[in-house]
């Protein structure tokens, strides 16, 4: 009988010690954590139009702005990727008389900047790949088609190029749940992209927050 | 889902997303928000050295669908109007045959034009340099047509005023020089309703002919 106790608590005692080597093989780092990954990020935004920009051509904050991004996740605390885009800015002035030419032309003008940016971009990330919340620095650099038309009243004067653009920001990752493939993004990014034509002196300047789902996968 | 269907399905939903965000920035504008008047003057003539002025009898149609003479009710309207405004600016309506100082023009200018553009199949006309300046609408002729190429109408139609120096005539070479033009355009310009008002515009930016 003394012996059937004993038997029974070693199998007892052996058996929370499996339960916790158990324990142990499920608590391994999830393979977001071990392995570089890939991440796609849809994004709204939100665009401030500042500097000489805002100044002489378009000052009205624009929400028709989306992104695509995709990103390759390194182990490290690097991220690098591509991202396309579609930018629009557009603002009305009541009507007014302009000199063009040495004519008066009366009008209601209608100032419009289209973009479609395409950017490689690389991301330095300031938590560990398993953290719910991972902010990073955020700098890119690519070119933009740049639609520049302005309308005086249904007439249009347009200018189309493709042009240099860069940006830098600051953003954070939001998981959903530990070890989860989905998540938010929050970013803000100054963007300027290069043009020199007509009102737009100095380039496309703004300031850019945005809202992003992510999906990872690996 | 294998790696590659997942980046094509994206760069598909990226293409629907892109294309589906084209704009028309003007389907808010109103009609006579879309009218633009556009006044040029011989800016070395001083306008109060002018006492007369007559006007011709029925509006001239210009283009190069072909030309003519109109006399219908928006003519009528248009030609009363500007005796008035000219009246009202201090000048004196006299018959042509009484030597006028100045001499009104008034002609609708129909021009239409088949246009033919290279096209980059993926980014529109994004390569061409636009259709910038001051051409009129698209028309409704926009196609794709064989190859990279796309065809399309534009069709104009507006207002020419101008005035003419009879005081100031190089009678020897036969010249006559135009001190003041007015160029009317935009939407809603065919219609007799919009006329006074779109004359009064055109004469109130040209304060300079005042001579009273």
Known sequence: ???????????????????????????????????????????????????????????????????????????????????????????????????????????????????????????????????????????????????????????????????????????SKFLFKKDGSLGADLRVKYSQTALNYDYVTKGISSINASFGLFYRWW | MHMTNKIMLMTLLMGTLLSACTNDPLRDLSIEDSQVFITNRNKSVDFRQYATFSIVDSVLILGNQGYGTSLSEIDVTILTRVIAKMQELGYQYVSASNNPDVGINVAQIRNSYLNVAPMNPYWGNYWGGGWGGWGGGWGPGMGYGPGYFTYYQTNEAY????????????????????????????????????????????FEQSSYLKIN
């Open chain 2, 159 to 202: 207002w020419y005023l101008e005035m003419i120096d009879f005081k100031n005539s190089n009678v020897e070479n036969q010249e006559l020089d135009v001190v003041w033009n007015a160029q009317i355009r935009g939407s809603g310009i065919g219609s007799t309703q919009q006329m006074g008002r779109i004359v009064d515009a055109v």
């Open chain 1, 1 to 171: 009988m003394k012996y059937a106790k004993l038997w029974i608590l070693v199998l007892l005692f052996s058996g929370a010690a499996r339960a916790q080597d158990a324990t142990n093989i499920y608590s391994m780092p999830s393979p977001f954590d071990r392995y570089s990954h890939y991440l796609a990020t849809g994004r709204v935004t939100a665009a401030i139009p500042i500097g000489t920009f805002a100044d002489q051509y378009i000052d009205k904050t624009s929400l028709e702005n989306y992104s695509l991004s995709v990103e390759w996740i390194f182990q490290g605390a690097l991220s690098a990727g591509g991202e396309v885009g579609y930018a629009y800015f557009q603002t009305r002035l009541p009507r007014q008389v302009y000199q063009l030419d040495g004519q008066d032309v009366s009008a209601v003008q209608t100032r419009t900047l289209t973009q479609y940016p395409i950017q490689g971009f690389v991301n330095y990330h300031l938590a560990g790949r398993s953290a719910i919340v991972r902010p990073y620095v955020h700098l890119s650099a690519g070119g933009s088609f740049v639609d520049y038309s302005l309308f005086y009243g249904n007439l249009a004067d347009q200018q189309q190029k493709f042009q240099f653009a860069y940006g830098a920001g600051l953003g």
